[in-house]
Nanobody, 116 residues
Framework: QVQLVESGGGKVQPGGSLRLSCAAS????????MGWYRQAPGKQRELVAT???????NYADSVKGRFTISRDNAKNTVYLQMNSLKPEDWAVYYC??????????WGQGTQVTVSS
């Protein structure tokens, strides 16, 4: 089992930036992909970005060109650099890990508020 601890959320004005971090511990040797999802009030949870152990990335169309996902394998940490934030980015952001066996673990979530 993998435990995830997220940090870096907060409140920012439109156009601002935030960097989220997610540190993994526990059974980390079989992690295949790490990623970020988000859930806005009244909406379903949606994919933001993912990155595989080999470095392949995938982004939601709504964040392409503004968000960057990266991974430090030595620290078992995944990051999400969010630039040019918009009010529609306001959500709880969740870290997710999937192992090579297909087991999924979720973080507790971190709030991102984009408001003037």
């Amino acid at each position: 089992q993998v435990q995830l601890v997220e940090s870096g959320g907060g409140k920012v004005q439109p156009g601002g930036s935030l960097r989220l971090s997610c540190a993994a511990s526990g059974n980390i040797f079989n992690i295949y992909a790490m990623g970020w999802y988000r859930q806005a009030p009244g909406k379903q949870r949606e994919l933001v970005a993912t990155i595989t152990s080999g470095g392949s990335t995938n982004y939601a169309d709504s964040v392409k060109g503004r968000f960057t996902i990266s991974r430090d394998n030595a620290k078992n940490t995944v990051y999400l650099q969010m630039n040019s934030l918009k009010p529609e980015d306001w959500a709880v952001y969740y870290c997710r890990v999937i192992t090579t066996a297909g087991y999924v673990s979720w973080g507790q979530g971190t709030q991102v508020t984009v408001s003037s």
